[in-house]
């Protein structure tokens, strides 16, 4: 595992970023209290009907898996345990930094990309014996720099984003040009402010560092990942060198779900699952609000 960073001083270009809800912070820290009592959890989540309304509609979304509707914030804690309730406050906070700017399309991109990461490094996380929960939230937030600049400036940094492209311009060192910060610092500190482990803030930090060969690190989980989702078709932005699927997924060889398909194939998984989390997250109607 890397070693975390000395936290960065306070950066300009991330000053116009709304706070982390104070509910989702403090669902955090309270989940990661090995002696906190469930009723507590839910009756902190309850006191935001907002922050609770997003959360009941990630969780019956297909991004986590749920097989059966989950009505209410007790049945959530119950039935999703601890680590997936930690997961959704996450993904509630994140989407409300995003909402404001994600009809800009580089940000879209972004998002997506950040989703399908998730979705590969929870998968590979079962055959490293990471939790499959914590892998999850590493790979959604592998880009949190990202998606913090291209809140705060959606404009300039999808013009930045062109001129990278159209030039064949370092990305990170573009990045620090324009903005004094890369997005790999940024994530740095947006987790620290933010409260969030330690691994996972190193795990943002280094994830545009070579994958190591053999490491089941989450560092390593998320390197490999987020280049599997641009080898898939799902690129945020350009990269570097171009991988092939089977060079990245023999990066963690105790991963046979992955070996044992093709790319096409693997694809296919993950589209089908974005396809139904899209409509789960368009159609969803809560109407027993009395249950929350």
Not at 85 to 103: D, Q
Request: glycine share 6%.
């Amino acid at each position: 595992m890397s070693t975390l960073l000395a936290r960065p001083q306070a950066p300009w270009a991330l000053r116009l970023l709304p706070p982390f809800p104070a509910v989702a912070q403090r669902v955090l820290a309270l989940v990661n209290d090995e002696n906190i009592a469930i009723g507590e959890i839910g009756e902190l989540v309850k006191m935001d009907p907002s922050f609770t309304a997003e959360l009941l509609r990630f969780a019956n979304s297909a991004l986590l898996g749920v097989r059966h509707e989950v009505k209410s914030v007790s049945q959530a804690l119950v039935l999703l345990g601890l680590d997936r309730v930690k997961t959704m406050a996450v993904l509630v906070a994140v989407n409300r930094m995003v909402r404001s700017s994600v009809r800009v399309e580089a940000l879209s991109k972004v998002w997506m990309h950040s989703l399908v990461t998730a979705i590969i490094a929870e998968e590979a996380a079962s055959g490293t014996g990471l939790p499959r929960d914590q892998a999850y939230t590493a790979g959604l937030l592998h880009n949190l720099g990202t998606l913090g600049l291209m809140s705060a400036y959606p404009e300039e940094y999808s013009r930045m984003l062109d001129v990278t492209q159209e030039f064949g311009f370092d990305l990170l060192q573009t990045e620090r040009d324009l903005f004094d910060i890369d997005h790999c610092l940024a994530g740095c500190y947006l987790a620290q402010d933010w409260a969030f482990p330690d691994e996972l803030a190193a795990a943002i930090t280094v994830h545009h560092e070579a994958p190591v060969m053999d490491d089941v690190s989450l560092d390593n989980v998320v390197k490999v990942s987020w280049r599997l989702s641009d080898t898939l078709g799902y690129i945020a932005f350009p990269g570097e060198k171009p991988w092939t699927y089977e060079e990245l997924v023999a990066y963690l060889p105790n991963w046979t779900s992955g070996r044992g398909k093709s790319a096409a194939e693997f694809k296919e998984t993950i589209d089908q699952r974005l396809l139904a989390s899209s409509s789960a997250l368009k159609n969803r109607r809560y109407s027993n609000r009395h249950d929350w």
